[in-house]
């Protein structure tokens, strides 16, 4: 089964910024939906942000609006979700995620998404 890869976690003060990058196998999941979900210790895997397939329609969930922002590029087979203003409370392990193909509606549930990475650890020191 397809495997997404991701990289940029790391430990990071309060206020700082990472960048995290997935790559996708290749030119199909240009026609899948992409997300982002994280999952801090003792807690479930939560929704973080999501992007269309078209790349017209992004969503996030409420606590990292105006901190986080989900891009693609699919001549290069990447998703990207940049951080800014990080907190400690967004320390997890950042996972992406993969559905479709052309799906018509949004999905922030983890069990619509049908391809997975194996996560980056986010650690957001105080």
């Known amino acids: 089964q397809a495997r997404l890869v991701e990289s940029g976690g790391g430990l990071v003060q309060t206020g700082g910024s990472l960048r995290l990058s997935c790559a996708v196998p290749?030119?199909?999941?240009?026609?899948?939906?992409m997300g982002w979900f994280r999952q801090a210790p003792g807690k479930e895997r939560e929704f973080v942000a999501s992007?269309?397939?078209?790349?017209?329609?992004?969503y996030y969930r409420d606590s990292v609006k105006g901190r986080f922002t989900i891009s693609r590029d699919n001549a290069k087979y990447m998703v990207y979700l940049q951080m800014y203003s990080l907190k400690p409370e967004d320390t997890a392990v950042y996972y992406c995620?993969?559905?479709?193909?052309?799906?018509?509606?949004?999905?922030?549930?983890?069990?619509?998404?049908?391809?997975w990475g194996q996560g980056t650890q986010v650690t957001v020191s105080s």
């Open positions: 995620a993969a559905r479709g193909p052309f799906s018509t509606d949004r999905s922030d549930s983890s069990e619509d998404y049908s391809y």
């Open positions: 290749g030119p199909t999941f240009s026609n899948y939906d």
């Open positions: 992007i269309s397939w078209s790349g017209g329609r992004t």
